[in-house]
């Protein structure tokens, strides 16, 4: 462990920046019990991401449950269409080319309901081997499963919340360390719970106002070109 560690896991979560339709005000009006479903999409790009899901879905649904909202996880196929109140979760095995760095675990850009999660390079920031899983304890499944949930959830908060920004400690901020990752727990801070649900609010009420099926598969399994930190 100790500073070799340290150095090697440290990664950037890029996430595009600016103002989104997501980003306004009005959850609230329901009053502080109001509990916002978030549906989520878990897309397995990679193809071998399955062994990660049971606690990577479980710690996202954790964090987020914590923040006020309730999650809903569905494991969908990559054609299968996303409607307006449902977030999908990419599970990739590597960025592309225009974000390419061993220490990007995750991304999300500004318009889109999608979250991308490079599952190599999370299994490497743990000093995991990689390859999807195979060849890895039982222990070393459940703290990649654990850590890839953490990531998901950073991404998740950045698509209700985009004008949140990074925060300098903690899940939001946009260095995480293997401590973070691997540690026995993780929660957002007020501010950050109260933007993600404002969020979540906001996106759940869009089921009803706009209930038609949009197909952004194709678009979504293109890497962003231009992520920002
Ligand atoms: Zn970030």
Known sequence: ????????????LLVAVGSSPLATAGAEERGPDFRPRLRLLWTDLAGAASFVFPFASQEAAAILEEAGIAVEWTIAAPARVTVEDEVRVLILEEPSRAVMTRATMGCTRRGTRTAWIYLSNVLWSLGLREGGGRGLLGREQDEAGRAL???????????????????PHGLMASRLSRTLLAGNRV?????????????????AASRDASPRAVDVALEEARAPRHPRR
Request: positive net charge; aromatic residues 2%.
């Open 1 to 12: 462990m100790g500073r070799r560690a340290a150095v090697c896991t440290v990664l950037f």
């Open 187 to 203: 929660s957002l801070t007020a501010r950050e719970a109260a933007a993600a649900r404002a969020g979540a609010g906001i996106l």
């Open 149 to 167: 949930g953490r990531v998901v959830a950073h991404e998740i908060v950045h698509v209700l919340a985009p004008g949140l920004g990074h925060s």
